[in-house]
Nanobody, 112 residues
């Protein structure tokens, strides 16, 4: 059974930083690309980043490129998202995603 548990969210001021974590279990973590997605209130899901399984190649949409960094620790089955220079429009519930499974999400709030 795939289990994803996100943590690390919180409330920060614009320009602040947060580091999200996702502990994964129930599948062979190092064999799968992993994603972060987010959902702001009243909006649909938005893809935030992807990290490949083999070479850890990373991809981002323009909205977060240069500010967010996705990484993974295959020994510990943990996915990370370092978020810097946060903006109000980054406020959302963030989910890690694999094989169309999500965790419960972690809330990020950005306000002055």
């Amino acid at each position: 059974q795939v289990l994803l548990v996100e943590s690390g969210g919180g409330s920060v001021q614009p320009g602040g930083s947060l580091r999200l974590s996702c502990v994964a279990s129930g599948f062979t973590f190092d064999r799968y690309a992993m994603n972060w997605v987010r959902q702001a209130p009243g909006k649909g899901l938005e893809w935030v980043s992807t990290i490949d399984s083999l070479d850890s190649k990373t991809t981002y949409p323009d909205s977060v490129k240069g500010r967010f960094t996705i990484s993974r620790d295959n020994a510990k089955n943990i996915l990370y998202l370092q978020m810097n220079n946060l903006k109000p429009e980054d406020a959302a519930v963030y989910y890690c995603d694999v094989l169309q499974y999500w965790g419960q999400g972690t809330q990020v709030a950005v306000s002055a």
